[in-house]
């Protein structure tokens, strides 16, 4: 039973000022000071973000949306951002990133999390996490933003892609946004279309919102005649990585003046073509060196050689596994650009060595 009610740790922030200088000068550790206040409420700390949950709601039969409330440290979010949710299992701590579908006028955050089979995070989220409960999250990332000067805005989503889609969508119609948008949600059937309800309740508000359920037991993955005949003139798009390029090669070909906004929920493939090389691998401040391959993101190879980088996302979009190239060259799988810049800062899910290189991890 928390000695203090959620409201008080919500509005403390301030008062742990005091606390954070001394910490700041050496004179406290944050860890100590934490676990404190752990004590007196489970979602009450000196500087990370915890959040208390609200709500749970099922919005498709593979989807559950979570509402939370995070603790004073929170420093708000933007429509179409992500969030990491952190939880320790078995002395392992484990992250994955969601989408923040809401965001709500008394300051909770609304997430949706897909069950995945095998998921070690998500199926722990979906089947333990009660109301009540706290969880870490982390700040917000991501660029996808609404286009407001737009004529007309075109909302691609595949699966779970739909969620930072949705989050924008949403705040553009309450502000007022009043040009044609049209959303096409791809899934197999209807059980996955999660927000059915709600998005016809939108369409059914705001008469310049159509949407389209994309049934691909019916219609194939995307194509070029779906958006046949589309006078969008801002595209937004997300889902996996396959879904997106195919969207992107499409927006490509049609000559449009503005740049897609795309984000996809799975790694880039590694091109076959680069083969499995052997290269040496130098982990400077582990003072390790493996033998690797010209195949396989850094990330995967350093875990594989039992080191435990700082990671979220795993698709190149959180920046959590940001560190720096020291030498050699590395593959962005995103764009397919080469790095090489010493000191340069790379990420370790989406790069992969194309020889020799030494990373400062």
Known sequence: M??????????SARWLAPLRFLVARGW???ASVDAVLAIVHPAWRLNRVFARLRARRWVADDMLALTLQPNGNWRGAEPGQHIQA???LAGIRLSRSYSLTALHADGSIEIAIKRHPGGRLSNRLLDYLAVGDVVEVGEPFGELHWPHDAESVLLLAAGSGLTPLLGLLRQALQKGFGAPVELLHYVRDAGQQAFAQELQALQ???RNLRVRPMFSSQLGRFSVEHVQGSSATEVITCGPFGFVSSVRDWWGSTGADRPLQAESFSPPTVNSESGHSPLLMRFA??????LGDSASPLLQQAEAAGLRPAHGCRQ???ASCTCLLLS???RDLRSGALLSEPGQAIRLCVSVPQGDVVVDI
Request: charged letters at 20%; glycine letters at 6%; proline letters at 6%.
């Open 316 to 318: 190149g979009i959180c």
């Open 2 to 11: 928390p000695l203090i009610p959620f409201a008080l740790v919500r509005h």
């Open 86 to 88: 952190y939880v320790e």
């Open 204 to 206: 059914q508000q705001y």
């Open 28 to 30: 406290l550790r944050e």
């Open 328 to 330: 050699g060259v590395v």
């Open 285 to 290: 401040r582990a003072q390790q060196d493996v």
